[in-house]
Nanobody, 120 residues
Framework: QVQLVESGGGLVQAGGSLRLSCAASGRTFSSSAGWFRQVPGKEREFVAGISGTGSNTRYATSVKGRFTISRDNAKNTVYLQMNSLKPEDTAVYYC??????????????WGQGTQVTVSS
């Protein structure tokens, strides 16, 4: 069993930056992982994914070039660096483990989410 806890969300102005962290506990965190986001009334949307070693990553088109996913397996933590934030990036951001595909159903574990709000 893996428990995931996100942190780092908050309120930021458009053009600003935030770094989200996803800390894993319960067992060694070496599995693939990803970040998703969701706004009320919409389906959860893939943002970025990373393989277990960190050698492979993938991004949604909407965030490519602005967001960077990374990990530190020694610290059991996955990060999402978000730069040049836009109001449309406002959402609850979720960390997930077990895959790094764009499809939510392939992930085995989910965090509770952290709110990111970007003001215009």
């Amino acid at each position: 069993q893996v428990q995931l806890v996100e942190s780092g969300g908050g309120l930021v102005q458009a053009g600003g930056s935030l770094r989200l962290s996803c800390a894993a506990s319960g067992r060694t965190f070496s599995s693939s992982a990803g970040w998703f986001r969701q706004v009320p009334g919409k389906e959860r949307e893939f943002v970025a994914g990373i393989s277990g070693t960190g050698s492979n990553t993938r991004y949604a088109t909407s965030v490519k070039g602005r967001f960077t996913i990374s990990r530190d397996n020694a610290k059991n933590t996955v990060y999402l660096q978000m730069n040049s934030l836009k109001p449309e990036d406002t959402a609850v951001y979720y960390c997930a483990a077990g895959s790094y595909t764009e499809t939510a159903k392939w992930y085995d574990y989910w965090g509770q989410g952290t709110q990111v709000t970007v003001s215009s």
